[in-house]
């Protein structure tokens, strides 16, 4: 079955960097789309970045020019590269695949606190 498995959130000081890994199982990974979310308590959860099976990246306006993502299909790994981490960056991040009904990550938290 499909599985989405995040890895490496923490506790980071602002203007720190994180990057987060999502390793894929049980489809066809390279020819799919994937996405990052996020989600701040409180708040709805929001599209962070995307990534095309070909390497297109589009990117929420709060996060251009500090996150980064990424994809090695050999690995079937979506990555999210954070730099110049804001506070405001603090929520739990999913990974996402549009596979069938679509399919979550159970999520990691990444904390921005000093």
Known sequence: QVQLVE???GLVQPGGS????CAASGFTFSVWMM????????KERELVAGITYTGGTN???SVKGRFTIS????KSTVYLQMNSLKP???AVYYCYAPVHQGYWGR???VTVSS
């Open 59 to 61: 990117y929420a306006d």
């Open 18 to 21: 994180l990057r987060l890994s």
């Open 107 to 109: 999520g990691t938290q």
């Open 7 to 9: 890895f490496g959130g």
């Open 88 to 90: 405001e960056d603090t």
């Open 35 to 42: 996405s990052w979310y996020r989600q701040a308590p409180g």
């Open 71 to 74: 994809r090695d299909n050999a």
